[in-house]
């Protein structure tokens, strides 16, 4: 069973994925007897840079209990999908509206793909899959997830879907049937009723109403599972820099998140030092800026746990790197302060 689950979030370019791959480090050094997975989300993924070590769509060993995976969402959904929208497409074609019209069965079959599916619906399920310990980990059971996510809007996405994911498939699977039908009230109501293999009684359309209709019915109890899961193990964690982009980037953040998982901590990052502000006219004139939005950060999110870091003068590349990194977000505290951090 998931004990917990820590997603980095936050605008893009602010660190997220260096502090991910810290925090996992320090969690597996802190605690070998947990298995952890360390996991990239952003399209942009830079985990192979910073471990030194290709990783890739496929689960890599990082250290004894530490593993990490940058999928591809398109290819781990490819099956489900696939199967889906052929199982689907058949289903259109036997109903008698569009079954005598050779036009729109040719507008199916262009159109109505697994290639089509939303990227976002894509990555909903791939993540979805991870959390059930479905076939893509190995038969490892992780007792700990650390998830890089894309910045906010992408984000929300991935939170928002298992929510209500049925009736996204549907929008996007029958869109081709509103344009034919007119607008349709109440469509996840209707929609699903034409798939109760109970409304059919041609043999091989209701053999396809009852597949298609199962599947529907087995994505939305995944989505309710997962959607409990991270509201009962997720704890987000918003990445920023003391600059005013960044900060209203997680205060909005915040907004859009709250519904779907706990906020516990901000992340302030690439903060100027003190002693070099001291020595450089330039780098005291930023550390200046950076100080005023630390006192909005703090003013705004009294209520949280932040960590703050300094920019570095190496980069915290490979495990020696990420383990010096970790020692500058979060210094001597335990792994529970980090899984749990308090104010």
């Not at 906010?152 to 994911?165: K, R, V």
């Not at 549907?170 to 699903?192: C, D, E, P, V």
């Not at 597949?211 to 997962?226: H, N, P, T």
């Not at 704890?235 to 997680?250: D, H, Q, W, Y």
Request: proline share 4%; with cysteine; charged share 30%.
């Amino acid at each position: 069973m998931i004990e917990r689950i820590l997603v980095l979030g936050g605008k893009g370019g602010v660190g997220k994925s260096t502090i991910s791959a810290a925090t996992a480090v320090a969690l597996s050094d802190a605690l070998p007897n947990k298995k952890i997975l360390l996991i990239s989300f952003d399209m942009a993924h830079n985990l192979s840079d910073l471990f030194k070590i290709e990783i890739g769509e496929e689960l890599t060993q990082l250290t004894d209990n530490l593993w990490g995976i940058e999928p591809d969402p398109n290819l781990y959904a490819e099956e489900y999908t696939r199967e889906f929208s052929e199982k689907l497409r058949a289903l259109m074609k036997k109903m008698p509206l569009v079954g005598n019209l050779p036009q729109i069965k040719e507008f199916i079959d262009k159109t109505f793909t697994a290639d089509s599916i939303p990227l976002a619906l894509k990555n909903s399920m791939f993540f979805q899959k991870i959390l059930d310990a479905e076939d893509l980990t190995g038969g490892i059971r992780f007792d700990l997830i650390v998830a890089d996510f894309p910045p906010t809007g992408n984000m929300i996405a991935l939170f928002e879907i298992p929510e209500d994911q049925v009736k996204v498939i549907l929008k996007y699977s029958l869109n081709f049937f509103n344009s034919i039908k007119g607008a349709l009230k109440g469509l996840r109501k209707t929609m699903i009723k034409i798939m109760n293999p109970f409304t059919h009684d041609d043999g091989s359309r209701k053999q396809l109403s009852e597949e298609v209709y199962r599947m529907l019915q087995e994505l939305d109890a995944r989505g309710d599972r997962i959607t409990q899961l991270i509201h009962s193990v997720g704890s987000l964690r918003l990445v920023t820099i003391a600059e005013k982009p960044s900060f209203e980037e997680i205060k909005r953040a915040r907004e859009l998140s709250k519904k779907y998982i706990t906020l516990d901590a901000i992340h302030a990052n690439m903060l100027i030092p003190r002693k070099n502000a001291k020595k450089c006219d330039f780098c005291g004139k930023i550390r200046e800026t950076q100080q005023k939005y630390m006192q909005e950060i703090h003013d705004e999110f009294s209520a949280l746990k932040i960590w703050e870091s300094n920019k570095l003068v190496e980069e915290p590349i490979g495990l020696n790197g990420l383990r010096a990194f970790a020692r500058e977000v979060y210094g001597d505290i335990n792994a529970d302060d980090i899984l749990f951090p308090k104010n």
